[in-house]
């Protein structure tokens, strides 16, 4: 294997607060048994920061790579390989990890278009894997 291989990618903002919250999954033997035949690509993008998180859950491991938000065109699933995407403001996703925001207001801001999903079903294989922190 050459050095580029072995070199860690370097995980910057946003995605480095969620890679830090999912860590502890990687040794969590549920997650491992439950999601061993997953592979798939979750696109989290809060817009007022310079990168986005991309979860990766590759046959029981799970993985999270900083990608730049800017230009929006590098976002785009033919370019990543995304399976389903999140977009929001960092506030949002605060308010929603520390269940300050209803369902109703969720819905609220999903019909503002300040909430943009694409991929719902394979979103709530993403909040299965957040169940599993608890």
């Known amino acids: 294997m050459n050095a580029i291989n072995l070199e860690e990618k370097k995980i910057r ?3 480095g ?3 830090k919250s999912l860590a502890p999954l990687n040794e969590n033997e549920k997650f491992k048994k439950k ?3 997953t592979n798939l690509q979750f696109l989290l993008n809060a817009v007022n920061v310079n990168f986005a998180a991309l ?3 590759d046959y029981g491991k799970l993985r999270v790579e900083s990608i730049p938000n800017k230009p929006k ?3 785009k699933k033919k370019i990543i390989g995304w399976d389903a995407y999140l977009e929001m403001d960092t506030q949002t996703f605060l308010a929603i990890s520390m269940k300050r925001i209803t369902i109703i207001g969720l819905g609220k ?3 503002t278009r300040k909430v943009k999903i ?3 079903r394979k979103l709530i294989i993403l909040l299965k894997v957040f169940s599993l922190l608890n």
């Open 109 to 111: 801001k999903i019909l």
């Open 17 to 19: 607060i969620i890679a």
């Open 118 to 120: 694409k991929g719902i």
């Open 55 to 57: 979860i990766i859950i």
């Open 35 to 37: 999601f061993s035949g």
């Open 73 to 75: 065109e590098s976002l």
């Open 13 to 15: 903002g946003f995605a």
